[in-house]
């Protein structure tokens, strides 16, 4: 399934949808929309073979947890289409881009808009940090650095089961502070996983602020290579650089594309509060209305009409 | 004398795996000590090493089973719960994959001291949703085990004995069934895994002593079959006894414990086990008498609750030991 949009278009979508729901909600995971909005777009509009969604375009409230008396459930995969052998897999490994990848189910069309409305809402599927039932998702990813491991085994498994179809993990950069990380790049290297590739932002942004000043990682792209991946480093906003890093041949061996990106590209705005961006709040409502015109007009819409309330 | 039976697992994995092609071995730099090094070097094609890494192992098992397989994970049972207990969560127990983790050395049953020995795990895995646990406590449980763990629609830690196991049994593990050993009606006494061997022995010490034993081996200890544990502990006069290779917190003894007072039974309980304790490094009859997990301790646990002594003796326990066969083959060797 392809949309009719550029990915260009898509990603500026991204921006705005994130925008204007963190405005309408006083604050939101802004920073994350900056520096992923293209790479979200080039994988679902361009770089993976996904089918038509399965699930319904309103996505369904919250049923339950997976357990033997609870036969119907089901993950969220299904916005991203079946489970064939051909149809590539998607893991969101940072979950808590999940306001980002909702947004990017919209602006390709797997969601419907209304889906946002019920973000993080009590009861609802569409949960902040993306759970296994949340719309896109296939894997809970919330505690950082499982999900490399996991695409590693699932490409394992399709590749003996002779699936044409990839993986896809899309990674933060926070996760190469995680062992667990290092532990599945060599094990991919060493069983020759080459049906698994991981598109990584690299905002180098971590909870606690800028990620040099919380845990030094040095030369990741070195790592990885040392590691066994085949890898590469390219601008995550030059989506040219992100089409030529996919072609890249990695037979034998992982491909990881470290996507090095602005926390604020497209908001520069959000430049004041650098290096905490995690998750922006407004100090203020002073703050809020400076923050909802400046970025507005970058993002080229209209200020958020905000005595609607949050929503 | 006891049939003693060499390498059970071996064999069984072995042969469990051929005729299930959706199942992968895996193995985390303990190929030999768990028992599939023959796999590995007759069916490469099956085996995957996947290193001195195990949360790397656990999450990737979680992603063999998105994709349909059932992964066997070979190692030391405390190397598979405690370092990679997140992924534990959720990349296998939360999502429900098919996924059989083999435990081995559970845990006293090895000399490697508290990094080694799995003494804590039953109580873990018992406070896991969609968790299943399996125990083996002889040589036709540990040939049984790869079919019952296999049979289980979600994941399962197993307690895998290896080396040279006595063979008690002539059935093979029936998921969520206990084996009733004895009928008596004084005491209700409740053992798995290693122990129920150590009860075994006491058993004609008892019954000359005049001590009347109801005994239950526990195989399946999640889920476990309240019901006919009531049954039984109805059926006796004088309390309960739990014997477990574990802590006495969280175990088979709090179980036992939790179901009594669920059901407002009162009637006496001894808990036997680990005593809010580590271990250390030894032989597996000296850790057993040193952290009264044997056959005397439990006589010593009925004198409690009969509240007089048997007059058995330990010399009288000694007499039905195997240890002469375990020593030769050096089952409790790394």
Known sequence: MQNDKTTEEIALGIRRRVFVHSMRNNGGYLSQACSAAEQLAFLYNEALNLGDPTLPAVPKPFAGVPSAENPDYHTGAGYNGPVTPHHDRLFIAPAHYAL??????????????????????????????????????EVHNGT???????????????????????????????????????????????????????????????????????????????????????????????????????????EGQPLIILARS???????????????????????????????????????????DLSQGSH | MVEMVNRPYASAFEAHALANPDVLCLSADLTSSCEIDGFRDRHPDRFLSLGMAEQNM???AGGLGLAGYRPFLHSFGVFLYRRPYDQLVASVAYPRRKVRLMGFLPGITTPGGMTHQAIEDIAVMRSIPNMTILETG?????????????????????????????????????VGRMRELALGHDILVVTSGVTTEEALRARQALANAGVSIRHLHINTIKPFDEDALLDHIGSVTKGVIVLENHLTEGGIGSLVAEIMADHGVGKKLVRLGLKDTYAHGGSKPYLMKYYGLDAAALVAGIERLIGHSTGITEQELAGVRLEAVHSAIKAEAL
């Open chain 1, 262 to 304: 602005s926390p604020t590209q497209g908001m520069e705005f959000l430049r004041r509060r650098f290096p905490r961006l995690h998750y922006v709040r407004f100090k203020g409502e002073d703050e809020r209305a400076e923050m909802n015109a400046a970025i507005a007009a970058e993002l080229g819409i209209a200020p958020v």
């Open chain 1, 100 to 137: 980002v990848a909702y947004a990017t189910l919209i602006e390709v069309g797997r969601m419907d808009p209304e889906g946002l409305e019920m973000f993080n809402k009590d009861g609802s599927s569409v949960e902040m940090i993306g759970a296994e039932h949340s719309p896109g998702m």
């Open chain 1, 144 to 250: 950082l650095g499982i999900g490399l491991s996991t695409g590693a085994g699932l490409a394992y498994g399709r590749k003996r089961r002779g699936d044409t179809g990839q993986v896809c993990v899309f990674m933060s950069d926070g996760e190469v502070q995680e062992g667990q990380t290092w532990e599945a790049v060599q094990a991919a290297a060493h069983h020759g996983i080459d049906n698994l590739w991981a598109l990584m932002d690299v905002n180098d942004q971590q909870c606690d602020g800028a990620m040099d000043t919380v845990m030094q990682v040095r030369d990741i792209t070195a790592k990885f290579r040392n590691f066994g991946a085949v890898c590469v480093e390219v601008d995550a906003h030059d989506l040219g650089a992100l089409r030529q890093a996919k072609a890249l041949p990695h």
């Open chain 2, 58 to 60: 656990m999450s990737f």
């Open chain 2, 138 to 174: 002889d040589a036709t449980e540990v040939e049984s085990i790869c079919a019952a763990a296999d049979s289980i629609d979600g994941p399962v830690y197993c307690r895998v004995l290896r080396g040279a196991i006595p063979r008690l049994f002539d059935t093979p593990i029936e």
